[in-house]
């Protein structure tokens, strides 16, 4: 790693910060002293019920905390936090409800819409009189297969105000996918969509909804947004019409949002199902927002009125994260579409034309305009713009790069983890603290993450498992079809009772910030070596020819061998030149055992529709093992082109 960073905020910066006040407030109650961020990142391990409490007061958060802040706090999991609050996930999200832009949207079609916070409060009554009007009651399931437009933030938070229960998946699912999900949770009330849009094709859905929706008996109504024009709209019971639906429920009066207990379920996401069924994750009301508070204020500096964006569908948990912003009176930016739409210049002109504050996207994407030599720094006048986050793979040094030299020197760049487990995230950025390339910059305030070793023990600057030992309020409440909890506790804390395992692999550099490597599932073992696949892409991922790739680890000869995939720039072909090129790129800054045995070409590699890479699913089509969920997959078809490869037969 470099030796000096790459940016750092200047004293007139930190001291307007959200953590800056925060500390200060903190120091002043308590007589602490603050020495640097990881003295109060310690203190908030050792006074978590103290730092949850102030932390709620701070953001100010509404609605009743109750005298105990955490009971059984020992247990990981069975601790409970704030057993007494009552709280309302949507009344917190319409704080503001005045003239002021809550939503702007745009999409790649040229669609452009401002929503106030006036506008989108009153678009919410409505949406929740109507499902009141159908029978929704507090611990329904509403399922929703809506694109990232303003109807999907209404609807959610409708659902949230009569404590129903949200989940979300993207209308770009497959039927069997969108099954896989909605079966498991009997949803009563479905939001769908006639069509999207998505670089340049007009995608008709409504055949795949309409199958859906046979093999769902528990829906009383289906909610269609017409978001394509010409793509008429089925009717006939349960079929309603978005704009016939929401004007039933104007003509009903409801009270305001319920309060409801700390741990009332919100929503349900849900795991990737790369290894299996999907697994239904319910997340609490006050868990989600608490955590996602403090990710925005705290390590984010988001203040109100500030404009936020992050690219993503609605079936990825960063959608999620982009809503809460509005608990802290932000303003929302929507996109949808394809975000290389104009040459990958969309993206950069919404930040433009609409004073983006945070932009947030995907470490994929940013590779993506890096390849496709995208210069926003020369083509976009950016200065509102303060901080840039990356999730979704690990941001590559060279990325780190990218973002300083061509899009704004002067930004807090902050590369996060964490995910749909924890509605959260574990290493975060902080925007009082130095940035340096390649790294995570710390880990996030009263989460208790620690590397392991396999037995158990703390690691410093060594490769490990990526841990948190002590309890926080966005754990998961359970899986569906899980009573007693036995697949909950088997998936993350089986490895390491009483201790959270996440399933990472990393390691804490010298600056007290975190590299992470890949998912510890799918690291290389050649050798008996532990390889995190990361550390072979960001050496890859150089070479101008190379587009993308994946390795896996090849069971061979009684011993794994590394085996490298590469997508290559369109005309080119694998050859020995290209081959040798990229194993003396990978041996010169890594190490001999991470040196590929085999590189092979292919048109296309398998992704995840999170846009994450389907390492599990290439390893098993590999060793001629059906991968468990293809469904779970945004393009399958690209499995075969790993299938029974001569390649790997011979040495």
Not at 51 to 79: C, K, N, S, T
Not at 96 to 108: K, P, T
Not at 391 to 398: H, I, K, N, V, Y
Not at 609 to 623: I, P, T
Request: contains cysteine; charged residues 25%; aromatic residues 10%.
């Amino acid at each position: 790693m470099s030796e000096q960073p790459m940016w750092v905020p200047s004293r007139e910066r930190v001291e307007r910060t959200h953590m800056h006040a925060f500390t200060a407030r903190l120091r002043d109650r308590y007589g602490q002293r603050f020495t640097d961020y990881w003295s109060l990142w310690r203190w908030s391990l050792a006074n978590k019920e103290v730092f949850w409490r102030e932390f709620w007061d701070y953001a100010g958060v509404r609605g009743e905390i109750g005298e105990r802040a955490l009971v059984d706090g020992h247990l990981m999991p069975g601790a409970r936090w704030f057993p007494d609050a009552r709280v309302s996930f949507a009344e917190n999200m319409l704080r503001r409800q005045d003239a002021s832009e809550a939503l702007v949207f745009w999409n790649e079609s040229g669609a452009r819409r401002r929503i106030s916070a006036a506008a989108l409060a009153d678009e919410v009554g409505r949406l929740a009189g109507a499902l009141r009007m159908r029978g929704v009651v507090t611990g329904d399931r509403v399922a929703s297969l809506l694109p990232n437009v303003p109807e999907a933030v209404s609807a959610m938070l409708a659902t949230a105000s009569l404590g129903a229960v949200w989940s979300s998946a993207s209308p770009d699912f497959g039927v069997e996918g969108v099954l896989d999900r909605f079966a498991q949770i009997e949803p009563v009330v479905l939001f769908a969509v006639n069509g999207y849009v998505y670089g340049g094709k007009r995608i008709d859905v409504r055949a795949r909804v309409l199958d859906v929706v046979r093999r769902l008996p528990t829906l009383r109504a289906v909610v269609w947004l017409d978001y394509v024009a010409d793509l008429s709209l089925p009717d006939g019971a349960p079929h309603v019409a978005w704009t016939q639906f929401a004007a039933e429920g104007a003509l009903t009066s409801l009270p305001p949002p319920s309060r409801l207990a700390f741990d009332h379920p919100l929503l349900i996401a849900y795991s990737s199902g790369t290894t299996g069924l999907p697994k239904g994750i319910v997340h609490g009301a006050g868990g989600t927002l608490l955590q996602q508070m403090k990710e925005h204020q705290l390590h984010c500096d988001v203040h109100a009125l500030d404009r936020v964006f992050y690219f993503s569908t609605t079936g990825w948990v960063m959608w999620n994260w982009l809503l809460a912003a509005l608990a802290s009176e932000a303003t929302l930016l929507l996109y949808d579409g394809s975000p290389l739409a104009e040459g990958g210049r969309i993206l950069w002109d919404f930040a433009q034309a609409e004073r983006c504050t945070l932009f947030g996207t995907s470490a994929r994407y940013i590779e993506a305009i890096k390849k496709a030599g995208v210069v926003p720094r020369r083509t976009h006048d950016l200065p509102a713009l303060r901080t840039v986050l990356s999730t979704g793979a690990p941001l590559a040094p060279e990325s780190f790069d990218y973002i300083y030299q061509c899009v704004k020197p002067d930004v807090h760049l902050a590369s996060i983890s964490g995910g749909t487990d924890i509605m959260a995230c574990f290493a975060i950025g902080n925007p009082t603290l130095p940035v340096w390339r390649g790294e995570l910059q710390c880990r996030s305030l009263a989460m208790a993450v620690d590397v392991f070793d396999e037995a158990g023990r703390s690691l410093q600057g060594e490769m490990g498992e990526l841990v948190c030992t002590q309890t926080f309020p966005s754990m998961p409440l359970g899986f569906i079809d899980d009573a007693d909890g036995a697949r909950y506790r088997a998936t993350y804390f089986e490895r390491y009772p009483g201790v959270w395992h996440h399933g990472d692999w990393c390691q804490l550099t010298t600056h007290d910030g975190m590299l992470i490597t890949g998912r510890s599932d799918a690291t290389l073992n050649p050798g008996g070596v532990r390889i995190g696949t990361a550390e072979i892409y960001r050496r890859v991922e150089r070479i101008p020819e190379v587009v993308e790739c994946v390795a896996i680890g090849q069971h061979y000869r009684d011993d794994v061998r590394v085996v490298l995939f590469v997508v290559l720039e369109a005309g080119r072909e694998l050859d020995v030149a290209l081959s040798e090129r990229i194993r003396r790129e990978i041996a010169e800054h890594t190490t001999p055992r991470h040196v590929p045995a085999k590189i092979v070409q292919v048109p296309d590699i398998a992704r995840t529709r999170s846009n994450k890479l389907a390492e599990l699913a290439v390893r098993d089509v590999v060793h001629g093992r059906n991968p468990k969920n293809v469904e779970a997959l945004a393009n399958p078809e690209a499995l075969e082109f790993f299938r029974n490869r001569p390649e790997l037969a011979r040495d």
